[in-house]
C-alpha cells in the first residue's frame, strides 16, 4: 500500500481512536500505523510515545460535538413559534447519539489517569463537561426567561436532559436498556415537560 506524502494529526488520531477502541491499550503502535498506513516511526515522531498517541486519540471532543444541539436550543429561546416539546426530544436526541460516541473514549480514558486522578482531558480547571453544563444551563436560563419553559432550576433541567441520556447509553453497552432509544427518549421528555412545560 503506497503510503501518503503527507498525513494530518487528524488522521493519525483518528486511526489511533479505532485501533484503540477495538483493541483497548494492549494495542500496539504498529497495529494504529498500520491502520494509518505510515511507518511506527512517523507515530513517534508526531506523538513522542504510545501513552501521548493514546491521550491524543482519546480527547472527547465534547464541546465541537455538542454545539450543533445546544446551538438549537439557544435559538429555540429566540424562536416563539418553535415547538419546545419538539425541541427536546431533538435535544435528547442529539445527546444521545453524543453520549454513543462519546462514552467508549470517556471509559477508555479513565483506564489512563492524569496525576490528579482524573483523564489528561478532565484534568483543567473548567473541564469540558463543565463547560456544556454551562452552556446548557445558560439555554435553559433563556428559555425560561422568554417564557419557552417555566421557571425552575435551570441547572437541574440541564442536568436532567444530560444525565438521562448518558444514562440510557451506559445500560445500552450493559445490555440492558430499559426500551428502545426512540421510546425512552419519548419517556425522558415527558418527565422533563410534565416539569417544564410553560
Same mark, same amino acid.
Given at each position: 500500500?503506497?503510503?501518503?506524502?503527507?498525513?494530518?494529526?487528524?488522521?493519525?488520531?483518528?486511526?489511533?481512536?479505532?485501533?484503540?477502541?477495538?483493541?483497548?491499550?494492549?494495542?500496539?503502535?504498529?497495529?494504529?500505523?498500520?491502520?494509518?498506513?505510515?511507518?511506527?516511526?512517523?507515530?513517534?515522531?508526531?506523538?513522542?510515545?504510545?501513552?501521548?498517541?493514546? $491521550?491524543?486519540?482519546?480527547?472527547?471532543?465534547?464541546?465541537?460535538?455538542? %454545539?450543533?444541539?445546544?446551538?438549537?436550543?439557544?435559538?429555540?429561546?429566540?424562536?416563539?413559534?418553535?415547538?419546545?416539546?419538539?425541541?427536546?426530544?431533538?435535544? !435528547?436526541?442529539? !445527546?444521545?447519539?453524543?453520549?454513543?460516541?462519546?462514552?467508549?473514549?470517556?471509559?477508555?480514558?479513565?483506564? %489512563?489517569?492524569?496525576? !490528579?486522578?482524573?483523564?489528561?482531558?478532565?484534568?483543567?480547571? %473548567?473541564?469540558?463537561?463543565?463547560?456544556?453544563?454551562? $452552556?446548557?444551563?445558560?439555554?435553559?436560563?433563556?428559555?425560561?426567561?422568554?417564557?419557552?419553559?417555566?421557571?425552575?432550576?435551570?441547572?437541574?433541567?440541564?442536568?436532567?436532559?444530560?444525565? +438521562? !441520556?448518558?444514562?440510557?447509553?451506559?445500560?445500552?453497552?450493559?445490555?440492558?436498556?430499559?426500551?428502545?432509544?426512540?421510546?425512552?427518549?419519548?419517556?425522558?421528555?415527558?418527565?422533563?415537560?410534565? +416539569?417544564?412545560?410553560?
Amino acid at each position: 500500500m503506497a503510503r501518503p506524502t503527507h498525513i494530518r494529526d487528524e488522521d493519525l488520531i483518528s486511526a489511533a481512536r479505532e485501533v484503540f477502541l477495538s483493541n483497548g491499550l494492549q494495542a500496539t503502535s504498529a497495529q494504529v500505523a498500520e491502520r494509518a498506513g505510515v511507518s511506527e516511526g512517523t507515530l513517534f515522531k508526531r506523538f513522542g510515545t504510545k501513552l501521548e498517541l493514546f $491521550r491524543a486519540a482519546m480527547q472527547p471532543q465534547l464541546e465541537e460535538s455538542a %454545539n450543533q444541539w445546544v446551538e438549537r436550543l439557544e435559538l429555540a429561546a429566540k424562536t416563539p413559534t418553535t415547538d419546545m416539546r419538539s425541541e427536546l426530544v431533538v435535544a !435528547c436526541r442529539s !445527546c444521545l447519539s453524543f453520549f454513543e460516541r462519546l462514552m467508549p473514549l470517556m471509559m477508555m480514558s479513565w483506564s %489512563n489517569q492524569h496525576a !490528579c486522578g482524573l483523564p489528561e482531558s478532565l484534568a483543567g480547571e %473548567n473541564p469540558p463537561p463543565v463547560r456544556l453544563l454551562r $452552556r446548557l444551563t445558560t439555554a435553559y436560563e433563556a428559555l425560561m426567561k422568554e417564557g419557552r419553559l417555566r421557571e425552575a432550576d435551570p441547572e437541574m433541567a440541564a442536568r436532567m436532559l444530560l444525565s +438521562g !441520556c448518558q444514562s440510557y447509553v451506559f445500560f445500552s453497552m450493559l445490555r440492558a436498556p430499559l426500551a428502545s432509544a426512540d421510546t425512552y427518549i419519548d419517556q425522558l421528555v415527558d418527565f422533563m415537560w410534565s +416539569g417544564l412545560r410553560p
